[in-house]
């Protein structure tokens, strides 16, 4: 079995996710792996990554190791063809941005309004596609899961009646 596939078999699984500590996260953060981008595209790819999940009070996605997760999952567990549809998306979707004058050097109300737009037109696979991985490199993270839902093994009492306002946290188990 090679590398890839077994990476791509505990992706599916959600093992990775079980891991204990931050698990596989403290690998992304580290940026333990051959690089998929050079180093001004992975600074492009930080700040789309910090837009869909900016800092708040929960980490945001670069606090999550979420951009050294998207460029290793594209090194090691992708298939070439996709590798290479992913380059040309990004590479596009960074033109469009240049093309409408919207700095990408930094997370932006502009940027932001500008992707929630490109979801629904003509990048919208790119976006989409970005957004999943995010996803997953995000929940990957305890920090993160920890500080996003509230995690007791044993969640207590059923309550049908209970307001989303009154409950605080989702509840994850």
């Given at each position: ?51 869909i999940i900016p800092k708040s009070e929960t980490p945001g996605a ?34 469009h941005l240049q093309n409408l004058k919207i700095s990408f050097i ?36 305890e920090k993160a899961i920890r500080q996003s839902f509230q995690y ?22």
């Amino acid at each position: 079995m090679t590398r890839r596939k077994y990476i791509e078999i505990l992706l599916q699984t959600g093992f990775v996710a079980a891991l204990p500590g931050e698990g596989f996260s403290k690998v992304f953060l580290k940026g333990n792996s051959d690089y998929f981008f050079e180093k001004t595209q992975f600074k492009a790819l930080e700040i789309l990554c910090q837009t869909i999940i900016p800092k708040s009070e929960t980490p945001g996605a670069i606090d999550a190791g979420v951009p050294h997760f998207v460029d290793m999952y594209l090194k090691n567990v992708v298939s070439p063809e996709n590798q290479k549809l992913f380059e040309k998306m990004f590479a596009g979707y960074l033109t469009h941005l240049q093309n409408l004058k919207i700095s990408f050097i930094k997370t932006s109300k502009v940027l932001t309004a500008q992707m929630e737009k490109d979801e629904k037109g003509e990048h919208r696979q790119f976006i989409k596609g970005l957004k999943v991985m995010v996803l997953k490199g995000y929940f990957m993270n305890e920090k993160a899961i920890r500080q996003s839902f509230q995690y007791v093994a044993v969640p207590g009492n059923y309550r049908a009646d209970i307001s989303k306002k009154e409950l605080g946290k989702m509840w994850i188990n």
